[in-house]
C-alpha cells in the first residue's frame, strides 16, 4: 500500500486522541495506519544501562498495544508499529517524510480557551513538509470535537492576494474525501484598502465586501470545477482573520492553514494567523506548509 498515515504516540491521553483520529483519517484514505514513538535511550554515564532497556520495552509495548486497541475498532486496518531510538522531533518527522500526513495531539488548558502545542510538536511543523494534523482531545481524552469524523464541515482561510494552491488543494481534497461542506473564509482589513476612510459607510463597505466575493469567486472557480462534487460556500468578512478563522472553525472537522517554508534558520516559521489557530482552535487543525 503506497499511502499511510503517521501519528506520533507519547502515551499521552492527547497522543491517543490523535491516534483514534489518525485510524478514521486512514479509513477514508484507504491508508496504512503508521504509529510511531520516538524517544532516545541512551543513558548518562554511570546510569545502568538496565534503565535505557526499561524505556525501550515501555516504548515498544506503548505502540504494540495502541495497535491492537485500535485493531480491534477498525479491524480491516492495516497498523504498523515503530519504536524509535533518537531525537523526537527529527525522528518524527524522518518517519512522516513519506507519509499522506502526520497527525499529533495537542493539550488543552484546562478552562481557558487554548491548547498546548509541545516543543516537540512544534518542532515538527517547523520541519516537515508534510501535512501536520492537530488533534485535540476532550478531558475523557475523546477527539475534539465529537461527532463523526467525516461529517463535520472543513474551514480553510483564502488571502486573495496571495492564493495558496497547496492549502486550497488539501482543503477541497479532503472535504471530497469526506463528502462534506467546504467553507471558504476570506478576511479583509480597513486598513489594507487605500481610500476606505476611518469613519464606517456602510454602503462603501457593501461595495468592498462585494469586489472582495467576486475575487474570491475566480480564486475558485478553478478548484470548483476540478471538484465539482464539493459543496463549497464563500464567505467574505472585516476584521481578524485569525479571530474569524477560529470562530467560523468552532464545530468544524477540520480547520485548514498554511506555513510558509522558510529555508533560512532566521525569522518566523509560522505566521501570526496560524500560530493563533494552533494555540486556539478547538478543531483538529491542518498545517500545510508551502513555499
Not at 44 to 72: H, I, T
Not at 208 to 234: C, G, K, Q
Request: proline share 5%; glycine share 8%.
Amino acid at each position: 500500500m503506497d499511502h499511510h498515515v503517521t501519528v506520533g504516540l507519547d502515551g499521552s491521553p492527547e497522543s491517543g486522541a490523535a491516534a483514534r483520529w489518525a485510524a478514521r483519517e486512514a479509513e477514508l484514505r484507504d491508508a496504512e495506519l503508521h504509529l510511531v514513538h520516538a524517544e532516545e535511550w541512551a543513558v548518562p554515564v554511570g546510569v545502568p544501562e538496565a534503565a535505557a532497556n526499561v524505556r525501550r520495552r515501555w516504548s515498544e509495548a506503548l505502540v504494540r498495544e495502541a495497535a491492537d486497541a485500535l485493531q480491534r475498532v477498525h479491524p480491516d486496518l492495516a497498523i504498523t508499529t515503530h519504536s524509535i531510538d533518537g531525537p523526537p522531533a527529527a525522528s518524527l518527522a524522518t518517519a512522516a517524510a513519506t507519509a499522506d500526513l502526520l497527525v499529533l495531539g495537542s493539550r488543552g488548558l484546562g478552562t481557558l480557551t487554548g491548547f498546548v502545542l509541545g516543543s516537540v510538536g512544534m518542532a515538527v511543523v517547523h520541519s516537515t513538509e508534510r501535512p501536520v494534523v492537530l488533534v485535540r482531545s476532550r478531558e475523557d481524552g475523546s477527539p475534539h470535537p465529537t461527532g463523526e469524523h467525516a461529517r463535520r464541515d472543513v474551514v480553510v482561510g483564502v488571502d486573495v492576494s496571495r492564493p495558496c494552491d497547496a492549502v486550497l488543494a488539501f482543503a477541497f481534497e479532503e472535504a471530497s474525501r469526506r463528502a462534506c461542506r467546504l467553507r471558504v473564509l476570506h478576511v479583509w482589513s480597513p486598513r489594507q484598502l487605500v481610500g476606505y476612510g476611518a469613519a464606517y459607510d456602510p454602503r462603501v463597505h457593501a461595495q468592498i465586501d462585494e469586489n472582495m466575493t467576486a475575487d474570491v469567486d475566480d480564486v475558485l472557480r478553478p478548484w470548483r470545477d476540478r471538484f465539482p462534487s464539493v459543496d463549497v460556500t464563500a464567505r467574505t468578512s472585516m476584521g481578524h482573520t485569525a479571530q474569524k478563522l477560529l470562530d467560523s472553525g468552532t464545530e468544524a472537522g477540520l480547520v485548514v492553514v498554511g506555513r510558509r517554508v522558510r529555508r533560512s534558520p532566521f525569522g518566523a516559521h509560522i505566521g501570526s494567523t496560524t500560530h493563533a489557530v494552533i494555540h486556539h482552535a478547538t478543531s483538529p487543525v491542518a498545517v500545510i506548509a508551502h513555499d
